[in-house]
């Protein structure tokens, strides 16, 4: 049995499905989100708290489970700001495995800004997958979004985005797991469309920084995980359960 359908199973059964990631995993960008006082982690001087994200591609993955499968829960550990080897090294304050049955990982983006970034990603993403594999957890790992180009002109970004697309992809495929790919899935949509990044990533409420993803964007990311998964949405305008 293939991880998609594993994971489809736990969920049916009545999985947790934790979340590992940064601000991208914690639905930043989405109007009426706001970080709460629930700390997460500690990391020397940093501080990671809960995100609260109503409108978040997570929150509609988590309304949708709720509405399907209810005895399913989701956990969202994503640490605003936090470096790939942060969360790897501090494994113990978001993962819990007599409670988490499913793994999401989404991150990398922050690692952009460090020297050897790629390099650390690229380790740190394998340590941790192999280390939830040692554990008999199925893993799901995330791409970021496409972010504009002034947003990768900043002088800290030593990588973009891209890269770190590339990096979570080889990986993916080097270990033989799922993989929710946003960036090429919403660059497609952008090529077909002939619309460019900017044209959806800023919306009415929102961060619009120029990576973290407005309402709309979030929404395309919840539904290639549902594309993904092999989970069917209901048709617009829907209310039966």
Not at 134 to 158: C, D, H, I, Q
Not at 204 to 215: I, V, W
């Amino acid at each position: 049995m293939n991880d998609r359908a594993v994971i489809r199973g736990l969920i049916r059964q009545g999985a947790q499905i934790n979340i590992i990631g940064d601000s991208l995993a914690a639905g930043a960008g989405s109007s009426d989100s706001y970080s709460t006082e629930e700390v997460i982690l500690h990391d020397g001087e940093d501080v990671f708290v809960r995100r609260a994200a109503p409108n978040s591609w997570w929150s509609r993955f988590q309304n949708y489970i709720d509405d399907k499968y209810p005895g399913c829960t989701v956990v969202n550990n994503g640490c605003g700001g936090a470096f790939s080897f942060q969360l790897k090294n501090h494994l113990p304050s978001v993962f819990q495995e007599d409670k988490d049955d499913i793994i999401f990982l989404f991150l990398g983006a922050n690692d952009r800004k460090r020297v050897n970034g790629m390099d650390e990603l690229r380790s740190n993403l394998t340590w941790m997958i192999r280390y939830f594999k040692g554990k008999n957890k199925p893993v799901a790992v995330f791409t970021p979004n496409p972010s504009t180009a002034e947003n990768e002109s900043y002088k800290n970004r030593l990588y973009h985005l891209e890269d770190v697309a590339n990096t979570i992809i080889d990986v993916a495929e080097a270990e033989d797991i799922l993989i929710v790919d946003n960036y090429n899935y919403i660059m497609d949509y952008l090529l077909f469309t002939g619309k460019k990044i900017d044209d959806i990533i800023f919306g009415k409420g929102c961060r619009n920084d120029g990576l973290h993803p407005s309402d709309k964007v979030q929404e395309m990311i919840y539904h290639n995980l549902m594309r993904v998964l092999g989970f069917s949405v209901k048709t617009d305008g829907a209310v039966w359960k």
